[in-house]
Structures are given as C-alpha cells and as structure tokens.
C-alpha cells in the first residue's frame, strides 16, 4: 500500500504541467504593467534633476522633451531638436544639436524605464538569471537597430528585472563616447507617482577595468564597484491624458 500512494504521487508530479520559461519580451511586457510606465503613452511628466527642470509631453507616436535651466530652454520632437534663449530661436552647428538632442533623450530615457524598451530599435536577448543582495533576477541585455536607435546605437545595456514583482531594480550600461566605460546603476529610493514607478540611483563603475559588461553583477555582489554620483529626480508631477 506504501508503495501504491508513493508509485501515485510520483504519477502526480510527472504530470503536473512544467513551468512556462518567460521570454525577455514577456517580462517586459510584466515590467510595463507593474511599474504603471504604459501610462505613459499618453501623459505629460515634470521633474527637477541637478538643478534643471525636465519636461516631457507624449501622445502615442508624438513625443516632446525638453529641459529649462535660467534663460535656456532645448526641445527634442518628432521635428528634430530646437533651442530658445529668452524665448527666441537660436541656430546652432549641427554637432551642438546632436549633443543636446542626445543628452535630452539620455536624461528622459532613464527616468522612466522600462519604458522605452518596447520601441521599435530594440533588441533584447534573455541571460541567464542571477541572484543580486539576495533575490533572484531576470537578465536582460539589450541592443540597438542602427536604423532607429539614434547616434549611440552601439551602446549596450543590461537591465535586472525582479522575478518577484518584475520592478526594475539594477541596470548597467557600456558607452564608447569620452574615451568609453561602463556604468551600474542600483535602485536607491523608489516613488509612485500617479500610479507609475520612478526609480532613484546609486551609479557606479568598476573597480577593476577589466570588469565586463555581463559580469558586472559579480562585480556589485563582490562590493568590487566604486560609487561616483546619485541619480534622484525631485518634484516629479505625472498628469495622465
């Protein structure tokens, strides 16, 4: 009889449905609906970040991002980067622009992941899953599309998903402006902001200059990263359309 209930509980176990292995797009497409960032396709956000004024206004396709600091106001759209001095147009050569442009779209890309991650340039490979301080996470490196994927498409980016509630908490990142490195970043402070998800940041490099991309984790478990600034935005405002 002993041997009949342990023969069916084997049988059970044998036929319970195997777990369903998640897909880098599903455990964005998770990330998306927990953090409230889908809001975002129709809404308009404001925040202070190092002393200047980050705005941004988004319908579907049609995007406006800008920053304003004293007098100076840049605009990055679907038309193309603009800058105003007192209100007034101002013509810059066109290696001004692109460096303006860029660090407008570096500064609003950040600020609201994972959104960003569903557009078109995206690329996203599923690594295998690490544990970070503890808890398990999902590993997800990303690459850009020459076409669409702006002038630092060549830029590599890692994002750390939680499997418990699928909030971004760690992302790193290599970039080969200024001579090139590699960034980390690891969740500070989070706020809820009408009902979407903004993360605060410690970011940090690597002590070692051999440290890869993809080992970085290892690196930040191994306390082996040297903190070098503190991403945090301040009176964001979030009003959905």
């Not at 004024?53 to 800008?66: I, Q, S, T, V």
């Not at 994972?114 to 970070?132: E, F, H, R, T, W």
Request: hydrophobic letters at 40%.
């Amino acid at each position: 009889m002993r041997f009949f209930y342990l023969l069916l509980l084997v049988l059970i176990v044998s036929c319970k449905p195997a777990t369903k292995k998640l897909t880098a797009q599903q455990i964005i497409d998770k990330s998306f609906e927990n953090t409230g960032v889908g809001k975002l396709e129709k809404a308009e956000i404001q925040f202070m970040f190092r002393n200047t004024l980050y705005f941004a206004k988004r319908n579907g396709g049609d995007f406006f991002l800008g920053k304003k600091k004293d007098s100076i106001v840049d605009v990055l759209s679907n038309d193309g980067f603009k800058r105003l001095i007192n209100e007034e147009g101002v013509i810059l050569p066109e290696i001004l622009s692109n460096k303006y442009a860029n660090a407008i779209n570096s500064v609003h890309y950040f600020s609201v992941l994972p959104y960003g991650l569903n557009d078109k340039a995206v690329q996203k490979q599923l690594m295998p899953s690490v544990d970070i301080k503890g808890e398990e996470y999902y590993k997800i490196k990303v690459t850009f599309k020459k076409e669409g994927g702006g002038e630092d498409y060549q830029d590599v980016f890692i994002y750390w998903i939680s499997k418990k509630d699928f909030n971004l908490d760690y992302l790193a990142y290599s970039y080969n402006t200024n001579g090139g490195g590699i960034r980390f970043r690891a969740i500070k402070k989070e706020q809820i902001i009408n009902g979407v998800r903004f993360v605060d940041y410690d970011n940090y490099k690597p002590k070692i200059v051999s440290t890869s991309l993809e080992s970085i984790d290892e690196a930040f478990n191994k306390k082996e990263l040297i903190k070098v600034s503190e991403i945090v935005l301040k009176n964001i405002e979030v009003t959905l359309n």
